[in-house]
């Protein structure tokens, strides 16, 4: 029998877990939802820049109907050869995702639910790379037999709220939008607009798009 050296023992590892995670399926959670939508949009803008029409379907409802989640991602446009399914899964990542009788099952899981997320893994895990899946929630117990399966096997991406104590964190992220827009907020700028508007990021964006209206062509953002 050979032995691989460590260093090439770990590379395999490595290797085969990269191959597990199906490159067509995303999940993005967390208590902050403009984060979220931002990926979202990222990813999007991505998928149409690599060419072939893309067709986009979502699902708005916390728990949308299995069978309509397995039917679309089980088909595919003949006029679209790519389809991207957002689907605000909530309501099924929050339900149970244990077959009751097994030894780590909910004791008060009712056997649908059980059957429901062992039927939709098994989809997700045969969809075609041709249908690109997000599902987006606010929160994922990735203790639960589900949330193991996503972690294993898809793009996941936790992304949370600032709490109120992290306002650097807060005025960094402002920063950043600035420059990638262009802008060059002059000293205090950037905490005066914190301050005066708070830590919500969709506020923030919302107001800083109105500010550049406002600039025009002005670059330069000053305290009065």
Request: no cysteine; glycine share 6%; net charge neutral.
């Amino acid at each position: 029998m050979v032995h691989l050296p460590r260093s090439k023992r770990k590379e395999s590892i490595i290797a085969n877990m990269a191959k597990a995670i199906k490159q067509n399926l995303f999940v993005f959670y967390g208590t902050e939802d403009f984060l979220i939508d931002m990926e979202i949009e990222t990813l999007i803008t991505k998928l149409k820049k690599q060419g072939d029409s893309l067709s986009i379907q979502r699902f708005t409802e916390e728990k949308p109907l299995l069978n309509d989640i397995i039917q679309a991602i089980s088909t595919v446009d003949m006029f679209s050869p790519r389809k991207l399914l957002i689907i605000a899964a909530g309501g099924l990542l929050s339900s149970s995702n244990k077959k009751v009788g097994s030894e780590d099952s909910d004791a008060d899981a009712p056997a649908s639910d059980a059957g429901d997320i062992e039927q939709l893994i098994q989809v997700l895990d045969q969809s075609p790379s041709e249908v690109i899946v997000i599902l987006k929630a606010k929160t994922i117990d990735l203790r639960k037999k589900f949330g193991k399966w996503l972690k294993a096997n898809t793009q996941l991406r936790e992304l949370n709220a600032f709490k109120p104590w992290e306002a650097d964190k807060v005025e960094d992220w402002v920063r950043g939008r600035f420059s990638t827009i262009g802008y060059s907020p002059k000293s205090g700028v950037v905490e005066l607009f914190v301050e005066t508007i708070g830590t919500n990021l969709r506020m923030l964006a919302q107001e800083l798009e109105k500010l550049v209206v406002y600039k025009g062509e002005d670059k330069n953002i000053t305290r009065q």
